[in-house]
Structures are given as structure tokens and as C-alpha cells.
């Protein structure tokens, strides 16, 4: 179950549910809206209604995202703060050195556990998410 989010602009936003295995899939490229952020949402919140969570989620993203706006960022925020406590585990598969700067800060902030990959682990984030 896969939805691409391209609202007019460069930005794409692709949520992939994986249902038999409780995962959701982030994958950011461009200049994210605050309407990606709204869109990832309705995504997700029908599957959490009947799941009642996820194991995790995993975040695609090569470099650090650039949002269109503040109004944008703040959607980004939002998105987190609603949907943090449905996740157990959060992985962060990106080539940016950032994410593995404020992935502690983050996690003290979260519910859910966060470890960082490489961007060509991919498959080894996936497998993580799944370990008990």
C-alpha cells in the first residue's frame, strides 16, 4: 500500500504502510509542504485506528530535509508530536550526519526507540524494526 505525494511542487513524500509487518515507510526527496505532512497523516491514521500502533517506521531520506516554509516545518512537527507514541521503533536511513546529532535528542523526547543507517541499509533498518 503505497501513496506519492506531489502537490504542484518539486517536493515528494511517498508513505508506504507495510501491514503484514506493521511498518511504515517514509520516503522524502525536495521541498516538503505542510499538505505532505497532512497527507502522510491520513495515511497513517486509518491503519492506526484498527492496528492500535506499528512496530516502527522507517525514515528514506539522503540528505537533511528542506521544508518550503516554516508553516511546513511546523506541519513536520505536528506530524511527530500526533503520531510519536504509535511507533516502537523509529529508523533513520539517510547519509546525513545530522540525524545522527539529534537522534539522542529526539529519542529523550519520543516514545519510540530511534537508531540510525547508512542510506544503502535500507533492508538491515527494516530488519531492526522487526527484532523484538
Not at 511504515?24 to 509542504?33: D, N, P, T, V, Y
Not at 505532512?37 to 491520513?42: G, I, L, S, Y
Request: charge should be neutral; aromatic fraction near 12%; glycine fraction near 6%.
Amino acid at each position: 500500500m503505497s501513496t506519492v505525494l506531489s502537490l504542484g511542487h518539486k517536493a515528494v513524500l511517498n508513505v508506504t504502510l507495510q501491514p503484514n509487518y506493521g511498518i511504515a515507510i517514509f520516503e522524502m526527496e525536495g521541498r516538503l509542504s505542510a499538505a505532505d505532512f497532512d497527507h502522510a497523516a491520513h495515511k497513517l491514521d486509518p491503519y492506526i485506528g484498527h492496528a492500535g500502533g506499528l512496530k516502527g517506521a522507517v525514515i528514506c531520506v539522503e540528505r537533511w530535509p528542506i521544508w518550503e516554509s516554516f508553516f511546513a516545518f511546523s506541519g513536520h512537527l505536528h506530524l511527530i508530536r500526533t503520531h510519536h507514541q504509535y511507533f516502537d521503533k523509529v529508523a533513520v536511513v539517510s547519509n546525513s550526519i545530522s540525524f545522527k546529532l539529534v537522534a539522542p535528542i529526539y529519542g529523550a523526547s519520543i516514545n519510540a526507540r530511534i537508531k540510525c543507517f547508512s542510506f544503502d541499509a535500507l533492508e538491515q533498518s527494516k530488519l531492526w524494526v522487526l527484532m523484538d
